[in-house]
């Protein structure tokens, strides 16, 4: 499969922004979780929605450049309340879709939109880190001070995203059969 | 998002440029003395642009729930400074998304569309920002829905399928009328039919934005 290009359509647009606002609505529920100083606890907690979601969205829309869009208007939203969070949702679905692409050339595999999908959440995880660094004044040793408790934070985030991924798949599926995907 | 706009908003790169300083100028000094003084100096200056009353409602929602986080912040880890420190940064996210969230989201189309930004970037910005709310209402219409049918945990069949059928119905019916309109992403030359200009009110602004957190720097 060679890698090909394609032009976004208005309704893949309107789609994929549409999916950032229900990512951004989920992703509210890390919110609380705020006072939590714990590396990891954010990411772990919108895992799930990421995967889901952003596997739904790629299903619909098969094109490269899908994740990074996606990645985009959600970090669009963010940036209202957080330019970090901006910067930190943007690149990890770009990293994502990097991978993804250089991996599988195209979407049309349904493994490609998965591994597409599901890496985003992990992939923000060194970038989490590295922002907390800057941004708290804290050293890395600091960032990652309950080590098997921030351990059990990254496993959990990759576990969850791609549990994620899967149940994104299996709703697909359904969406497909009722007509809804292509 | 429209309860909280001003009749006089900023420059949306104005607006994006002062959140991001102003919130790593007060990470910056979250955890010192001056931190208080640099609150009342952002408070100060966004009352000088018009921004005053939104402050007072950003306070008036971000205040308790700096409290309540605190109260988590000290219950998890009995440490009163760590608890302050939360406090202090919650107030500081609140406070620094203010010019941002008193921009109108078709500001920033515009603006982006002037800048000659893609169309697929601005009009994806576009929606996605003014489409939380219509989603939520959606989420919230589900869960009411599922609360009449006494639904208890069947998230996945009860809550998930009927939410994406919604997103999915809403897209198309969205997408057909923006191509009905005649709407487009290719490369036509488009107008803007209010054009959004750098006035000298955004110019003082961003210099008092510049004097401000030199003062910090200084003080630091």
């Known amino acids: 499969m060679r890698f090909k290009l394609e032009r976004f359509a208005v309704k893949d647009i309107v789609f994929l922004a549409i999916m950032a606002a229900l990512l951004f609505l989920c992703s509210a529920v890390a919110m609380p979780l705020m006072t939590i100083t714990l590396f990891g606890l954010r990411n772990l907690a919108t895992a799930i929605f990421y995967g889901l979601f952003a596997t739904i969205a790629l299903m619909k829309v098969r094109k490269p450049g899908a994740m990074s869009l996606l990645g985009f208007f959600n970090a669009a939203i963010l940036i209202m309340m957080s330019p970090v969070m901006f910067v930190t949702t943007a690149s990890s679905a770009i990293l994502a879709e990097i991978v993804s692409i250089a991996l599988f050339k195209t979407y049309e595999n349904n493994k490609a939109v998965t591994a597409s999908a599901c890496l985003m959440m992990p992939f923000s995880l060194p970038f989490t880190a590295v922002f907390s660094v800057i941004m708290n004044g804290v050293s890395f040793a600091e960032v990652l001070n309950f080590s098997w408790l921030v351990c059990l934070t990254c496993v959990g985030t990759i576990v969850l995203s791609f549990l994620g991924g899967f149940l994104g798949r299996k709703i697909g599926k359904e969406l497909k059969k009722a007509g809804k995907l292509k | ?220």
């Open chain 2, 1 to 220: 998002m429209d309860r909280i706009q001003v009749k006089n908003p900023l420059y949306p790169l104005v607006c994006l440029g002062s959140a991001i300083a102003l919130l790593v100028g007060g990470l910056m000094c979250a955890k010192q003395t001056v931190f208080p003084f640099f609150v009342l100096m952002v408070c100060l200056l966004y009352a000088l642009f018009g921004l005053g009353k939104v402050t007072a409602k950003c306070f008036m929602v971000f205040i308790p729930v700096s409290i309540v986080f605190a109260l988590f912040s000290f219950l998890l880890q009995r440490d009163l400074v760590t608890a302050v420190q939360m406090a202090c940064r919650v107030l500081l996210i609140g406070l620094s998304a203010v010019p941002m969230v008193t921009l109108p989201a078709v500001n920033l189309t515009r603006c982006l569309t002037q800048l000659g930004c893609p169309r697929i970037i601005a009009l994806g910005m576009l929606i996605a920002i003014r489409f939380v709310p219509v989603i939520g209402d959606e989420v919230r219409r589900v869960c009411e829905a599922m609360r009449t049918r006494s639904v208890g945990m069947s998230v996945y069949r009860a809550f998930i399928v009927p939410v994406m059928m919604r997103v999915i119905n809403i897209s198309e019916t969205m997408s057909l009328s923006l191509e009905t309109r005649a709407f487009s992403i290719g490369d036509e030359p488009t107008s803007v039919s209010e054009r959004v200009t750098f006035r000298l009110r955004d110019g003082l602004y961003c210099v008092s934005c510049v004097l401000l957190l030199a003062g910090l720097a200084v003080a630091i």
